[in-house]
């Protein structure tokens, strides 16, 4: 087990500050691959509203089912994952004995576009108002966050950075795909705090959709 200024470096012992590159599976290579798949994700959204019928469509499926299965899928190959004790490449050391951010992250945009609220006057990207920001929230403001903390300028930094893109990313929704205004405004600052808490039994790459999300359900009979 690695040491981190003379600290044990666990699951449950993760310092904020952090150089996630030198405890990354394949080192700064293998970091830079973990933040290309983070932002990649952004496609997401954009397949599934566009093209989910079609793609669905390939396997006899719904979109809605098809991404139920995925959910199955990813839950069956993580269990594999973990009994066998693999890492892949861009994996931190220590999620060889914990469920990995990939799976949080990917087990809650399927979330995401299950659960979330869609437009009824809406089709095509409209529809997803509310699940394509929730997703590119996690997709850009986790990386950008985490980069501004690996480089050691603070977390009021790393917070203030996560805000602004936070911010962009759903008041550009409210412009392009007709997400309320209101919804932003609450939503945006939840995506930065599904980031902030260091807990064992979830990462944060699920808390970031999940937090959003689960307000968002209770706010949008509202709005």
């Known amino acids: 087990m690695k040491l981190f200024r003379g600290v044990e470096l666990t699951d449950s012992v993760i310092p904020i500050d952090i150089d996630h590159a030198k405890h990354s599976i394949g080192g700064m290579k293998g970091h830079i691959f ?3 798949t983070h932002v990649i994700m952004c496609l997401i959204p954009f397949l599934y509203y566009t093209k989910g019928s079609q793609l669905s469509g390939l396997f ?4 809605t089912d098809f991404v139920t299965f995925c959910l199955l899928l990813l839950i069956f190959l993580e269990v594999l ?3 066998f004790g693999i890492v892949i490449v861009g994996q931190r050391e220590y999620e060889a004995k914990q469920v990995s951010a990939l799976a949080w992250g990917a087990f809650a945009v399927c979330l995401a576009l299950i ?3 869609e437009s ?4 095509g990207m409209e529809s997803g108002m509310y699940a394509a920001p929730l997703i590119w929230g996690l997709t850009f403001v986790d990386p950008i966050m985490g980069e501004i903390k690996r480089s050691k300028r603070g977390m009021k930094v790393a917070i203030f950075g996560g805000l602004i893109t936070s911010y ?3 008041f550009s929704s409210s412009y392009y795909l007709g997400t309320p205004i209101i919804a ?4 945006a600052p939840l995506t930065v705090l599904g980031e902030l808490p260091t807990v064992k039994w979830i990462d944060d790459n699920a808390t970031m959709i999940l937090v959003p999300l689960t307000v968002l359900l209770f706010i949008e009979p509202f709005l």
């Open 115 to 117: 659960i979330s609220p």
């Open 81 to 83: 994952r973990l009994y």
């Open 34 to 36: 973990r933040r290309f």
């Open 168 to 170: 962009i990313i759903w």
């Open 60 to 63: 006899s499926m719904e979109p």
């Open 120 to 123: 009824k006057n809406f089709e």
């Open 184 to 187: 932003s405004i609450i939503l």
